[in-house]
C-alpha cells in the first residue's frame, strides 16, 4: 500500500463533506464533528501504517539475504582493487585509516585538521537549526486534535510510503566519521597536543574536537592546549581586533544570518545588518534569498543625484513595488541604505511620512516587529495595513495576495562604532536587532 492508497482514502471521506446545490444543510463549522472525523481518519491510517510496517518488514528479511549475497561478491571485488583510497558507492570517501593519518606529512595534517574542523562547525550548527524545529514541530498546544504518539506514528506512515526517498543511501562525512585503526593507534592520535581543539556545541557550551580521530567530548582533555592562552600574541591580537569591530554587537556570519533573523520576529524586532564588506555581500545574500529595495541611491550627492535623474520621490515609487513584490511572494524585503547617515533623509520622518510616503508608499511599519504588523488589519475585521499598498495591477481578481512568510531586514554600510551616530535620527534602534556580519579581513571596507 502506497501513498496513492492513502490519498485515495482520504479523497474519498473529504467527498463526504462537498456541499451540492442538494446538500446545503450539511454544517461544515460544527467543530465536534469535524474532530471525531480527524480521529476516526486517524485510526484508518494507523491501521494502514501497521499493515505497510509487516510488509516492509518481510520485505526487510528478503532484502537482508540478498545484500548478504552481494557484501561476498564485493569483498571479492575488493580484494582486486590495488588503490590507495578507499571509495563508496555515491563516490564518497570510505573512513579514514588511523595509520594513514600517522603517515601524513605537516602540509596534509594541517589540511585535515582544517576540514574536519570546518565540517564540525556546520554540523553542530545544522543540529542546533534542527533542535529549534523540533521544538516548534513539538509544540501540540496549539494543535487542531491528536498527540504526540499520533503524529509520530503519522511521520512514520509517510516514510514507509515515500519509498522513493527511503532507498537513498545516507552517507555520512568521512571528515566527521569515526577513524578505524588499533587502539594503540588511536591512543597515540589522541595524545597528540595539536590535535584538540574547540568550538561552540548545539547546546551552546563548549566542546573539544580531536581533528585527528573526530571524537567530541564536553570535559577538557588533559592533552589540549588553547591557542590563544599563554604569549601567543598573533592570535590574541586577531581575537581582539575581531571583538573591537564589533564593538559589542552579535557578530553573525552568513550562514546563521536566517536564524538570527527569525529569532527577532519571535522578538518582535526588526533586524538590522551592518555589512563593511568591499563586495556588499548582503546585496547578493538577498539577491538570492529575498527582494532588495536599494534606497542607497538617496545617499547620493544632491549634484549627482540631479544628473542621474534621482528624486526622492522615485526612489520610494519603486520601493513600493519591491514591498509588494515581496508580500506576494512570502520573501525576505532587504532595504538598502548603503551610505545613508546623518546628513540625508530621514527615513522615519520623511521617507515614512507624507508627501514623500506614508501608508500608500512606504509605511512606518517596515521599520518595527521586522513588518509583521502590515499583515494584521488596523481594526478588528478590516483590510490587512499592507493592502494600502497594492494597486489595480498588482491585486489578483482584485483581491491583495500576499504570504505569513514576509518579513523585513535593513542593510546599512556603517561600522559597529559609527551607525548610532548615522542611523538614530533615521530608524528605531532601541527596537532593532542589531547585528555586525562577520567578514575576512581582506574584504573590509
Given at each position: 500500500?502506497?501513498?496513492?492508497?492513502?490519498?485515495?482514502?482520504?479523497?474519498?471521506?473529504?467527498?463526504?463533506?462537498?456541499?451540492?446545490?442538494?446538500?446545503?444543510?450539511?454544517?461544515?463549522?460544527?467543530?465536534?464533528?469535524?474532530?471525531?472525523?480527524?480521529?476516526?481518519?486517524?485510526?484508518?491510517?494507523?491501521q494502514q501504517y501497521s499493515q505497510m510496517q509487516n510488509n516492509n518488514?518481510?520485505?526487510?528479511?528478503?532484502?537482508?539475504?540478498?545484500?548478504?549475497?552481494?557484501?561476498?561478491?564485493?569483498?571479492?571485488?575488493?580484494?582486486?582493487?590495488?588503490?590507495?583510497?578507499?571509495?563508496?558507492?555515491?563516490?564518497?570517501?570510505?573512513?579514514?585509516?588511523?595509520?594513514?593519518?600517522?603517515?601524513?606529512?605537516?602540509?596534509?595534517?594541517?589540511?585535515?585538521?582544517?576540514?574536519?574542523?570546518?565540517?564540525?562547525?556546520?554540523?553542530?550548527?545544522?543540529?542546533?537549526?534542527?533542535?529549534?524545529?523540533?521544538?516548534?514541530?513539538?509544540?501540540?498546544?496549539?494543535?487542531?486534535?491528536?498527540?504526540?504518539?499520533?503524529?509520530?506514528?503519522?511521520?512514520?506512515?509517510?516514510?514507509?510510503?515515500?519509498?522513493?526517498?527511503?532507498?537513498?543511501?545516507?552517507?555520512?562525512?568521512?571528515?566527521?566519521?569515526?577513524?578505524?585503526?588499533?587502539?594503540?593507534?588511536?591512543?597515540?592520535?589522541?595524545?597528540?597536543?595539536?590535535?584538540?581543539?574547540?568550538?561552540?556545541?548545539?547546546?551552546?557550551?563548549?566542546?573539544?574536537?580531536?581533528?585527528?580521530?573526530?571524537?567530541?567530548?564536553?570535559?577538557?582533555?588533559?592533552?589540549?592546549?588553547?591557542?590563544?592562552?599563554?604569549?601567543?600574541?598573533?592570535?590574541?591580537?586577531?581575537?581582539?581586533?575581531?571583538e573591537d569591530l564589533a564593538n559589542g554587537l552579535q557578530i553573525v556570519?552568513?550562514?546563521?544570518?536566517?536564524?538570527?533573523?527569525?529569532?527577532?520576529?519571535?522578538?518582535?524586532?526588526?533586524?538590522?545588518?551592518?555589512?563593511?564588506?568591499?563586495?556588499?555581500?548582503?546585496?547578493?545574500?538577498?539577491?538570492?534569498?529575498?527582494?532588495?529595495?536599494?534606497?542607497?541611491?538617496?545617499?547620493?550627492p544632491l549634484g549627482e543625484q540631479r544628473r542621474e535623474g534621482i528624486?526622492?520621490?522615485?526612489?520610494?515609487?519603486?520601493?513600493?513595488?519591491?514591498?509588494?513584490?515581496?508580500?506576494?511572494?512570502?520573501?525576505?524585503?532587504?532595504?538598502?541604505?548603503?551610505?545613508?547617515?546623518?546628513?540625508?533623509?530621514?527615513?522615519?520622518?520623511?521617507?515614512?511620512?507624507?508627501?514623500?510616503?506614508?501608508?500608500?508608499?512606504?509605511?512606518?511599519?517596515?521599520?518595527?516587529?521586522?513588518?509583521?504588523?502590515?499583515?494584521?488589519?488596523?481594526?478588528?475585521?478590516?483590510?490587512?495595513?499592507?493592502?494600502?499598498?497594492?494597486?489595480?495591477?498588482?491585486?489578483?481578481?482584485?483581491?491583495?495576495?500576499?504570504?505569513?512568510?514576509?518579513?523585513?531586514?535593513?542593510?546599512?554600510?556603517?561600522?559597529?562604532?559609527?551607525?548610532?551616530?548615522?542611523?538614530?535620527?533615521?530608524?528605531?534602534?532601541?527596537?532593532?536587532?542589531?547585528?555586525?556580519?562577520?567578514?575576512?579581513?581582506?574584504?573590509?571596507?
Amino acid at each position: 500500500m502506497g501513498s496513492g492508497v492513502t490519498k485515495e482514502l482520504l479523497n474519498n471521506e473529504a467527498k463526504k463533506y462537498e456541499i451540492t446545490n442538494e446538500q446545503n444543510d450539511i454544517d461544515l463549522n460544527d467543530r465536534n464533528k469535524a474532530i471525531e472525523e480527524v480521529k476516526r481518519l486517524r485510526k484508518l491510517l494507523h491501521q494502514q501504517y501497521s499493515q505497510m510496517q509487516n510488509n516492509n518488514n518481510n520485505n526487510n528479511n528478503d532484502n537482508n539475504e540478498k545484500k548478504d549475497n552481494n557484501n561476498v561478491n564485493e569483498s571479492n571485488n575488493n580484494n582486486n582493487n590495488n588503490s590507495n583510497v578507499n571509495v563508496n558507492v555515491v563516490g564518497l570517501r570510505q573512513p579514514f585509516q588511523a595509520s594513514e593519518l600517522l603517515n601524513m606529512n605537516d602540509d596534509e595534517i594541517a589540511n585535515h585538521k582544517k576540514e574536519v574542523f570546518e565540517a564540525a562547525k556546520k554540523r553542530e550548527k545544522k543540529r542546533k537549526r534542527d533542535m529549534k524545529k523540533a521544538l516548534k514541530a513539538n509544540d501540540y498546544s496549539k494543535s487542531f486534535s491528536g498527540t504526540a504518539e499520533d503524529t509520530s506514528k503519522e511521520k512514520e506512515f509517510a516514510d514507509l510510503a515515500n519509498t522513493s526517498s527511503s532507498n537513498k543511501n545516507k552517507e555520512e562525512n568521512p571528515y566527521l566519521a569515526a577513524v578505524i585503526g588499533s587502539e594503540e593507534e588511536l591512543k597515540q592520535l589522541r595524545n597528540d597536543p595539536k590535535s584538540w581543539c574547540k568550538l561552540m556545541g548545539a547546546n551552546d557550551c563548549i566542546i573539544y574536537l580531536n581533528c585527528y580521530t573526530h571524537e567530541i567530548t564536553g570535559l577538557r582533555p588533559d592533552t589540549f592546549i588553547d591557542s590563544n592562552e599563554g604569549n601567543n600574541n598573533d592570535n590574541n591580537n586577531q581575537v581582539e581586533t575581531i571583538e573591537d569591530l564589533a564593538n559589542g554587537l552579535q557578530i553573525v556570519e552568513s550562514d546563521d544570518l536566517l536564524d538570527n533573523i527569525e529569532t527577532a520576529i519571535e522578538n518582535r524586532k526588526t533586524t538590522l545588518i551592518l555589512d563593511t564588506s568591499k563586495d556588499d555581500i548582503m546585496k547578493t545574500y538577498f539577491t538570492y534569498k529575498g527582494v532588495l529595495c536599494d534606497l542607497s541611491d538617496l545617499a547620493k550627492p544632491l549634484g549627482e543625484q540631479r544628473r542621474e535623474g534621482i528624486t526622492p520621490k522615485k526612489v520610494l515609487k519603486n520601493a513600493r513595488k519591491k514591498i509588494v513584490q515581496a508580500a506576494q511572494n512570502g520573501n525576505t524585503l532587504a532595504i538598502l541604505l548603503g551610505p545613508l547617515g546623518q546628513e540625508h533623509m530621514s527615513i522615519k520622518d520623511k521617507a515614512c511620512k507624507k508627501p514623500l510616503g506614508g501608508d500608500k508608499i512606504f509605511p512606518s511599519n517596515l521599520l518595527t516587529a521586522a513588518g509583521k504588523d502590515l499583515l494584521k488589519p488596523k481594526v478588528k475585521g478590516g483590510k490587512a495595513a499592507i493592502c494600502k499598498l497594492y494597486k489595480k495591477d498588482d491585486m489578483e481578481g482584485g483581491i491583495c495576495v500576499y504570504r505569513e512568510k514576509f518579513n523585513v531586514v535593513f542593510v546599512s554600510k556603517h561600522s559597529p562604532k559609527t551607525y548610532e551616530k548615522e542611523l538614530s535620527h533615521s530608524l528605531p534602534l532601541q527596537r532593532m536587532n542589531v547585528i555586525y556580519l562577520k567578514v575576512d579581513p581582506e574584504n573590509r571596507g
